[in-house]
Each structure stands twice: as structure tokens, then as C-alpha cells.
């Protein structure tokens, strides 16, 4: 079956300026979580959404930063006036929750550049 | 203060070579988790860990709960297996939040 899809690939825009990264996850699994990656960097937790519960949002690192998950599938994630240290590769993994088993698929990623 | 720490950074083999990659670990955790990640940048999960050890192929993953450790072992190592190899932990205490190392780059060199 069809795996995870991110887009755009690639995003460069202005300091300033929103953006919008979608992640359309595995049909099924109710867990979805976005990563940041920045250059030389480890991957960083963003937030965490799990079927209809409330989305852990504790790893969004500023209120210039939201996602929502409609219907318990496609991802947005958003950055509204983008700095430059938000330049990343941000990172959706569809993920499937099975007791205590987390098997997580991540897409391609969003390689964002802020210029 | 980093919660992963991976050891070594960078590790350049043979092949054939058995590997051995680190994961030390200082929060309570529910999981522990082996990520792959290619050079173009896909990352695929290779193990999930909450005791003991797992075995798939020629990759075998241990932990030890009590030493907050985990190790990666890639036996009969092969270029492609060359990728940046991290180890990422669920924490107990937030229950969803992974917390990950910066990775181990692998270069298997024919």
C-alpha cells in the first residue's frame, strides 16, 4: 500500500512569511507525530496526535508554530513568520499504536529553507 | 543536556566487519527504538526494544533496562548497510514524547 507522503519536498521562502507543510499519513493508523531536523542536529520531537485525544504539543518550540490533524488522517503543520533558525527538514511519522508497540513509517520529509 | 547519547559518532568499517553501535540513555523509558537513515534522507525504523533482544537479518538489537544501555550489532557488514544509525527512546514519563541521539554515521567500505 501507498506509504507516508509529504509535501512540498521543498520549501524556500522569505523571513517573515507563513508556511504550510502537509503530511498525508498511512490509511489506518491513528498516531502521528512531526520531527524537526535541523543541519548536524538529532531529530526533534514537534507534537504528537493520537486519534480524536488532544494533540501533545509540548516539543513545538514557539506559539509561531501549530498543526492540526483533520479527521484523523492528513497532517498540517504550520509556521507562521518564519525565522531563519527554523530552517529544518520537518518530518511526519504515520504511526501505527498496537498496546504498547509503536511501529512509526516516516515520509520524506520537508526540507525548509528560510532566506 | 542531551537525554541519547550514541557512541561512536562516525565509524568507518570494512566490510564483512562486525559492527557495534551504543546507546546510552538517562530518562525512564517505555521503548527504545533503532532508526536507519539513508543518504537521501528516508528513515526507516529497524527495531523497537523494551527488553532483552531482537534479531532480523544480519541486525541485532539488546538492551539492558538496569544499565540504561542498548547496543546495534550489524553482523557480516555490507556498503550498503552505510547510513547514519539512530537510536531514539520513548519516554516514561511523557509517555509520547522521543527523545533521540544525534545518530552514528556508517560508511562500509568494500
Known amino acids: 500500500g501507498a506509504g507516508v507522503s509529504q509535501s512540498p519536498s521543498n520549501k524556500v521562502t522569505e523571513k517573515g512569511k507563513d508556511v504550510e507543510l502537509r503530511c498525508d499519513p498511512i490509511?489506518?493508523?491513528?498516531?502521528l507525530y512531526w520531527y524537526r531536523q535541523s543541519l548536524g542536529q538529532g531529530l526533534e520531537f514537534l507534537i504528537y496526535?493520537?486519534?480524536?485525544?488532544?494533540?501533545?504539543k509540548s516539543g513545538l518550540p514557539s506559539d509561531r508554530f501549530s498543526a492540526e490533524r483533520t479527521g484523523g488522517s492528513v497532517s498540517t503543520l504550520t509556521i507562521q513568520r518564519t525565522q531563519q533558525e527554523d530552517s529544518a527538514v520537518y518530518l511526519c511519522?504515520?504511526?501505527?499504536?498496537?498496546?504498547?508497540?509503536?511501529?512509526?513509517?516516516f515520509g520524506p520529509g520537508t526540507r525548509l529553507t528560510v532566506t | 543536556k542531551n537525554e541519547v547519547e550514541q557512541s561512536p559518532q562516525n565509524l568507518t568499517a570494512q566490510e564483512g566487519e562486525f559492527i557495534t553501535i551504543n546507546c546510552s540513555y538517562s530518562?525512564?523509558?517505555?521503548?527504545l527504538h533503532w532508526l536507519q537513515q539513508h543518504p537521501g534522507g528516508g528513515i526507516v525504523s529497524l527495531f523497537m526494544?523494551?527488553?532483552g533482544k531482537k534479531k532480523h537479518g544480519r541486525l541485532i538489537a539488546t538492551i539492558n533496562i538496569q544499565e540504561k544501555h542498548s547496543s546495534l550489532h550489524i553482523t557480516a557488514s555490507h556498503p550498503r548497510d552505510s547510513a547514519v544509525y539512530i537510536c531514539?527512546?520513548?519516554?516514561?514519563?511523557?509517555?509520547?514524547?522521543?527523545?533521540f541521539g544525534t545518530g552514528t554515521s556508517l560508511t562500509v567500505i568494500p
Open positions: 531514539a527512546v520513548r519516554s516514561l514519563n511523557t509517555g509520547n514524547q522521543f527523545y
Open positions: 490509511s489506518g493508523h491513528t498516531a
Open positions: 526494544l523494551s527488553s
Open positions: 530518562v525512564g523509558i517505555s521503548a
Open positions: 511519522a504515520s504511526t501505527l499504536v498496537s498496546g504498547n508497540s509503536y511501529e512509526q513509517y
Open positions: 496526535f493520537q486519534g480524536n485525544s488532544a494533540p501533545d
